[in-house]
T-cell receptor, first 117, second 111 residues
Framework: DTGVSQDPRHKITKRGQNVTFRCDPI?????LYWYRQTLGQGPEFLTY????????KSRLLSDRFSAERPKGSFSTLEIQRTEQGDSAMYLC???????????????FGPGTRLTVL | RKEVEQDPGPFNVPEGATVAFNCTYS??????FFWYRQDCRKEPKLLMS???SGNEDGRFTAQLNRASQYISLLIRDSKLSDSATYLC????????????FGSGTRLQVQP
């Protein structure tokens, strides 16, 4: 399968614990995005990387959230001191756009469903 | 006001029906427009991009009206397999690459 992959697919944790999710983008896609989706809502943007540089961060990304893409390939999203409100589906997407042009097609992974008890 | 607004539905239609979804966006700087489809508990998948001249892909037709800041999706000859949530998506590219999603319109095609 050459699509976007995410691990784990499901995570149940207790409030206050730290969790880390991994995303492997489509091979050679230089752009990687993290979104969060709660029930009944569309995905909401969290952050964006071009290669290893984190170029955009949403105000939704509180200081408990950190994302990295150290070698410009896979990415991790860590949530520290989880809260019940962090329960959501965390989606990763990747794209390989036409340089500096307008939005290019983003392909989504299957997501990591986080439940904070 | 949300940046992208959609009627949440559900739209319950019989097989073979034609159904149309509308979406409005608030930022006139928006440059790229898409419809994504999302099945229950699955990831969003690109259905089609939306171009100013309108575009068609089989049974699906998308239209964009920049003056009214309005996007539509028409599905003809609905199939049971079309049952899903349809997400209206906008890229407000002014140096940003983030996609802005509507909350989705749920379609249920019934036999």
């Amino acid at each position: 399968d050459t699509g976007v992959s995410q691990d784990p697919r499901h995570k149940i944790t207790k409030r206050g614990q730290n969790v880390t999710f991994r995303c492997d983008p489509i091979s050679e896609h230089n752009r990687l995005y993290w979104y969060r989706q709660t029930l009944g809502q569309g995905p909401e943007f969290l952050t964006y990387f071009q290669n290893e540089a984190q170029l955009e961060k949403s105000r939704l990304l509180s200081d408990r959230f950190s994302a990295e893409r150290p070698k410009g390939s896979f990415s991790t999203l860590e949530i520290q001191r989880t809260e019940q409100g962090d329960s959501a589906m965390y989606l990763c997407a990747s794209s390989s756009g036409p340089g500096q042009g307008a939005g290019d097609t983003q392909y989504f992974g299957p997501g990591t469903r986080l439940t904070v008890l | 006001r949300k940046e992208v607004e959609q009627d949440p539905g559900p739209f319950n239609v019989p097989e073979g029906a034609t159904v149309a979804f509308n979406c409005t966006y608030s930022n006139s700087a928006s440059q790229s427009f898409f419809w994504y489809r999302q099945d229950c508990r699955k990831e969003p998948k690109l259905l089609m991009s939306v171009y100013s001249s309108g575009n068609e892909d089989g049974r699906f037709t998308a239209q964009l009206n920049r003056a009214s800041q309005y996007i539509s999706l028409l599905i003809r000859d609905s199939k049971l397999s079309d049952s899903a949530t349809y997400l209206c998506v906008v890229n407000i590219y002014t140096g940003r690459r983030a996609l802005t999603f509507g909350s989705g319109t749920r379609l249920q095609v019934q036999p």
